[in-house]
């Protein structure tokens, strides 16, 4: 079994009374594909953040490839090679495209303190970007506005941005969220693409999409994991399709 | 070449005319006129760099041009007139005021940036007010220009008008080069999205910081010709209001475009100078036309012109 790159310890957050975080263990092996599933008011954005570093927890803590994390800010965790998309798309949206993605391969180029060079006419930072946008498929795209872009576009530019920072942890916020049924299709398929080479944390609603792309799923449920294992092994779980699936279906 | 460089060519050729057009009409108060329009764009170029591109409100801009200003003041006060000097200490002791200013209000967002600003604006206004020594509220007259090895006489109204053209257009240049390198792009990308740029891996505040300290150096610079032109160094240079009309050159030209503070510069003080030939109730003109520029030109002047360049 590869070694866990991620691993989460007794985690809590709460807000006032409601524990949002309840003791979360959890953990994410090199190169796999772990899905977090949970109806709503479950926690998973909650969780994400403070993986992310966005949120502070209360207790717990958070170990990335051996090192304690937990008390790092976000940029210091991207620079080690977290990245995320969010449930609410985030991409710069008075910038083109493929700024957006220089930008991305910028923050992991050193620091910025360049004060001079137009930096749109560094290839070190254009040519990266372009290969990226040419994986995901909006290499056509390039120049437009991202503002101008369609939803489901936005959507595939916040993951090429993630995926330009040469990540060695994704952790997507419900990427298919609001998406049509071809866009979100192309998007699965585009993940799974990624299996086996990234490692990839995804809270996710659509079951189809975790069906397809989890190699394991955690159940939470206030603030909870109720179950975690193989996806047929979950699906079985009578709690769990009591909780969750059984509502969903 | 872009119409919008043909535009502003043919703007930078006119403001070369001005000195030799006044001359030739016997109007030699417009040179005067333009060259403190041309001050004040370049303090609004500095401001622009963090409210237009850096997207930090500063309601305290005019601390700058009091420290460039007292920094001028004082050397000659005490008989240093050696230019080179009083400039590079008027922009050495803006940056390291920005510093102090920013290191505390750059961590804040929103209204209390803009109130810590203008805080410490006020400070440095009252510490200038209690200088008895040097003229206190009524300031100081400056006795004798900078002097430049003789290289230039700002004696001479036609020599200082070119210098302060020739800085304009190296701050305007050097602002362009900033906010279009690396460390540009950082600054913009986090006044886009604060939250993406943290999650891809940029801590904003030192590049945020570095900005602020950049653009109060400038405006020292901006605060050292102010108090050639003027010859006259008072607290006034610092008063709140000249913080706000500073802010507003940058809102009406256009924020976050190149020529935009400079457009706004000579609309906001031509059109002042306009009224107040009129009547001595101008400002119960300007302030219902300032409202209506900005409902109108939602991009500012510099939207009027043609397209063109990155920076817009």
């Known amino acids: ?249 | 070449m872009n119409a919008r460089v043909v535009v502003l060519a043919a703007g930078v050729a006119l403001l070369a005319g001005v000195p030799l057009a006044a001359t030739l009409a016997g109007q030699p108060y417009y040179i005067d006129l333009i060259r403190r329009v041309m001050v004040f764009a370049i303090a609004a170029a500095s401001l622009n760099l963090i409210l237009g591109y850096g997207g930090l409100v500063s309601f305290g801009h005019a601390a700058y041009l009091g420290v460039g200003g007292y920094a001028v003041g004082i050397f000659a006060f005490y008989g240093v007139h050696n230019g080179w000097l009083q400039w590079s200490v008027a922009i050495a002791a803006s940056a390291l005021v920005a510093l102090v200013i920013g290191a505390i209000s750059v961590r804040t967002r929103g209204i209390y940036f803009i109130m810590i600003t203008l805080a410490f604006t006020q400070m440095l206004y009252f510490l200038a007010v209690s200088l008895e020594e040097y003229g206190g509220d009524d300031g100081m007259r400056l006795k004798v220009k900078s002097q430049f090895s003789g290289l230039i006489d700002l004696d001479n109204p036609v020599a200082f008008y070119y210098l302060v053209l020739v800085l304009l257009l190296g701050v305007v240049y050097l602002v362009h080069r900033l906010v279009n390198s690396r460390f540009g792009l950082v600054l913009r990308a986090a006044k886009s999205n604060e939250a993406r740029s943290r999650a891809v891996g940029f801590s904003p505040y030192a590049y945020r910081l570095v900005a602020f300290v950049i653009a109060g150096a400038i405006c020292g610079l901006a605060g050292a010709l102010l108090a050639n032109h003027t010859a006259y160094i008072a607290p006034a240079f610092m008063e709140w209001t000249r913080s706000g009309e500073i802010m507003f050159m940058v809102i009406l030209g256009g924020m976050g475009t190149a020529p935009g503070p400079a457009l706004g510069a000579f609309a906001l003080l031509l059109v002042e100078d306009l009224l107040a030939g009129w009547t001595q109730h101008w400002q119960v003109i300007l302030g219902p036309l300032l409202i209506m520029s900005v409902l109108f030109f939602r991009r500012g002047l510099a939207g009027l012109l043609p397209r063109g360049g990155d920076d817009g």
């Open chain 1, 1 to 249: 079994m590869a070694e866990a790159i991620l691993e989460v310890r007794g985690l809590r957050k709460s807000f006032g009374a409601l524990a949002a975080t309840d003791g979360v263990n959890l953990d994410l092996r090199e190169g796999e594909t772990h899905a977090i599933i949970g109806p709503n008011g479950a926690g998973k954005t909650t969780l994400i953040s403070q993986l992310a570093g966005n949120l502070r927890p209360d207790g717990g803590s958070i170990f990335f490839a051996g090192e304690d994390v937990t008390r790092l800010s976000a940029p210091q965790r991207a620079q080690r090679g977290f990245a995320r998309s969010f449930q609410i798309t985030s991409v710069y949206r008075d910038f083109s495209a493929l700024d957006n993605v220089a930008l991305a391969v910028q923050a992991h180029a050193g620091h910025s303190f360049r004060f001079w060079r137009p930096a749109r006419a560094e290839r070190a930072l254009r040519d990266p970007a372009r290969a990226v946008l040419e994986e995901v498929g909006l290499a056509a795209r390039a120049g437009v506005l991202a503002a101008n872009l369609a939803h489901g576009e936005q959507r595939q530019l916040e993951v090429a941005m993630a995926l330009a920072t040469r990540p060695r942890l994704l952790l997507l916020d419900e990427p298919v969220a609001g998406m049509g049924q071809e866009e979100s299709q192309r998007m699965v398929r585009f993940l799974a693409g990624l299996k086996g080479r990234r490692s990839i944390l995804l809270v996710e609603h659509d079951m189809d999409a975790v069906f397809t792309l989890a190699d394991r799923i955690s159940v939470l449920v206030y603030g909870r994991i109720i179950a975690s294992g193989a996806p047929a092994e979950v699906r079985a779980n009578p709690e769990v399709r009591r909780a969750y699936l059984g509502e969903e279906a």
